[in-house]
């Protein structure tokens, strides 16, 4: 074990009849051969495999956040439509109120005027009524005192 | 004298041989047990995939992801998919070599001849992979562009032609040293230390190295994505 350090040259001879560092021999051949299918191997075992499901991965991935980039989207336009519905909504129902607001003050305008003409009618037709009967009986005492004044004037000169 | 896990050995090979082949055991040993470490992680790891990730399963994906970015960023989006598998291999098998060669205690195996350590500090390893990066990127332009990929040698001018083509040589030159050397020089520090004083002072070192291996796995198949990307991009006039 002296012999460290020693140059190709010197390591061969000291060693066996042939060596060093620089030995080419059938090694180098095989070795490739070894190489090339250890690339196969791995192919099969490693690279294909492996690259499918990081690919899948990928791939899945960017379709799941295209997909998610498209439902957001429809939700924001959902969001929007309903948006403007509910605004509609809203006009509308103001409208109606506005609107019932109105029937029901027409409504009463309409039943407070029936009931006023019908008052009247009912004061007139009370009235008239009086004033026929006061006529009635204006006429009925006007007929009665005349009947009694000539009743007096009948008595006084007969006793006279 | 020393201890026993302190010695160093370099340039040694246990030889095998394989009918008039012959072969760096060590090296074989020590990637199978790498490639072994590799496998058992993808498969305990892979056994079942979810969409939600749980335990082993989140650091596959964190690899995969750093992986796929490193090969896009270098290749481009159209063609890093085809190379992504061979950009991979070459970043887990080198940061695993390296990351093995400094964490598992090697030393306690004894072996006849050589001892065993980070594949990546064998030459025919890293020239193997160099090459292969290579082959890679010639055979990416030309499958891509068909003959037009030699357009690539004449642009901007046709000045370039000599440099390009010394390039391709110092390409898998520069990748394979850059590798060897440091994992190689790692070593021998981490074991020049630990055979001089042999407590507390080489930690400092061996983290050092832990940050070298993992900063020439990164270096490794970034160049080699980039080669290729360099190999497939299309001249817009």
């Known amino acids: 074990m002296t012999s460290w350090l020693l140059l190709a040259e010197a390591g061969a001879t000291a060693g066996s009849p042939e060596g060093g ?140 | 004298m020393h201890l026993p896990f302190a010695a160093l050995e370099v340039g040694q090979q246990l030889y095998w041989q394989l009918g008039n082949l012959r072969l760096h055991g060590q090296v074989f040993l020590s990637s199978w047990v790498v490639i072994g470490a590799l496998l058992a992680l993808v498969v305990v790891g892979t056994r079942s995939l979810e969409r939600d990730p749980r335990g082993v399963q989140n650091l596959l994906e964190f690899i995969w992801v750093y992986i796929r970015d490193l090969a896009r960023e270098q290749i481009g989006e159209k063609v890093y998919r085809d190379w992504l598998p061979f950009i991979g291999t070459l970043f887990l098998f080198i940061f695993v070599s390296n990351w093995g060669g400094a964490l598992i205690p090697w030393k306690l195996i004894h072996l006849p001849h050589g001892e065993l350590g980070a594949p990546t500090a064998d030459i025919n390893t890293t020239i193997a992979l160099a090459l292969l990066v290579s082959l890679s990127y010639f055979y990416a332009g030309l499958s891509r562009k068909g003959f037009r990929y030699f357009e690539y040698y004449v642009e901007p001018t046709p000045i370039m032609l000599p440099f390009k083509i010394i390039e391709d040589f110092t390409k898998p030159l520069s990748l394979s040293f850059r590798l060897f050397g440091n994992i190689l020089a790692d070593e021998l520090v981490v074991g020049v230390l630990a055979f001089l004083v042999p407590l507390i002072v080489p930690l400092p070192a061996m983290f050092l190295g832990l940050f070298t291996s993992a900063i020439q796995a990164l270096i490794f198949a970034t160049l080699a994505a980039n080669y290729i990307g360099e190999a497939v991009h299309e001249e817009h006039h």
């Open chain 1, 21 to 160: 560092l620089f030995d080419l021999d059938a090694t180098l051949p095989l070795m490739a051969v070894q190489v090339v299918l250890l690339t196969f191997i791995l192919n099969t075992l490693f690279f294909r495999p492996v690259g499918r499901v990081v690919e899948d991965r990928e791939g899945y991935i960017n379709t799941s956040r295209a997909e998610a980039k498209q439902k957001l989207a429809q939700a924001q336009r959902l969001e929007a439509d309903l948006k403007e519905q509910l605004k509609e909504a809203r006009v509308a129902s103001q409208k109606l109120i506005q609107e019932a607001e109105q029937d029901a003050d027409k409504l009463y305008r309409q039943a407070l005027a029936v009931a006023t003409a019908e008052a009247i009618a009912s004061r007139e037709q009370a009235r008239r009524e009086i004033d026929t009967q006061r006529e009635s009986a204006l006429t009925q005492l006007r007929a009665d005192a005349d009947k009694l004044g000539d009743l007096i004037v009948d008595r006084l000169l007969a006793a006279k």
